[in-house]
């Protein structure tokens, strides 16, 4: 157990729909980071938060944001949802912003999103 | 840019050693890392190395940089069953930016 949870596991809705994703980090973890996850894309950066702030941007389509909270728990939006935006939608955080490039990130289950 | 690249799939028989390539673009990496991922789990990470070190071992884990020709590789001694994941290469860069991109991942299947 990583100790970053994410909810939901499982989601299906329809196209055109929107959809929120919560992440809480691990415990005293002040970094958030949403990944997506595709067959034919791989791995993708989106988005990080730090602290409540924002603090790098990823491969994110406009249609989709997020934000963290003062709780440090973070949710990621996903709006007009389409059938390419199926995929699994990863967290992950760490402890914070060292700026050496050493950061141990600590993924979430993930949440699988199925756009039909 | 920020580009990298692994073969897609390793097959190895029980108790031989693995091995897992991987190719990187930036220069200016300063942290590679390797993280493995099992069906329905999140990445869990299994090493790293800073981009001055050549070599790092970790029990049965050995990882190996050439930074000039951007080569990384992970060595699975005595692979067993439970290694039987997809393991990814990432790298990120100074900066403040701790944005890791990842390869594509490799799927080692271990067989008796």
């Known amino acids: 157990d990583s100790g970053v949870t994410q909810t939901p596991k499982h989601l299906i809705t329809a196209t055109g729909q929107r959809v929120t994703l919560r992440c809480s980090p691990r415990?005293?973890?002040?970094?958030v980071y949403w990944y997506q996850q595709s067959l034919d894309q791989g791995l993708q950066f989106l988005i990080q938060y730090y602290n409540g702030e924002e603090r790098a941007k990823g491969n994110i389509l406009e249609r989709f944001s997020a934000q963290q909270f003062p709780d440090l728990h973070s949710e990621l939006n996903l709006s007009s949802l389409e059938l390419g935006d199926s995929a699994l939608y990863f967290c992950?955080?760490?402890?914070?912003?060292?700026?050496?490039?050493?950061?141990?990130?600590?993924f979430g289950s993930g949440t699988q999103l199925s756009v039909l | 840019g920020e580009d990298v690249e692994q073969s897609l799939f390793l097959s190895v028989r029980e108790g031989d050693s693995s091995v897992i390539n991987c190719t990187y673009t930036d220069s200016s990496s300063t942290y590679l890392y390797w993280y493995k991922q099992e069906p329905g789990a999140g990445l869990q990470l299994l090493t790293y190395?800073?981009?001055?070190?050549d070599m790092k071992q970790d029990q049965r884990l050995t990882v190996l940089l050439n930074k000039k020709d951007k080569h990384l590789s992970l060595r699975i001694a005595d692979t067993q069953t439970g290694d039987s994941a997809i393991y990814f290469c990432?790298?990120?860069?100074?900066?403040?930016?701790?944005?890791?991109?990842f390869g594509a991942g490799t799927r080692l299947a271990v067989h008796p």
């Open positions: 415990s005293g973890d002040l970094s």
């Open positions: 190395i800073f981009s001055n070190m």
């Open positions: 990432a790298e990120t860069t100074s900066g403040g930016y701790n944005k890791l991109i």
């Open positions: 992950a955080s760490s402890s914070g912003w060292t700026g050496t490039g050493n950061e141990k990130l600590f």
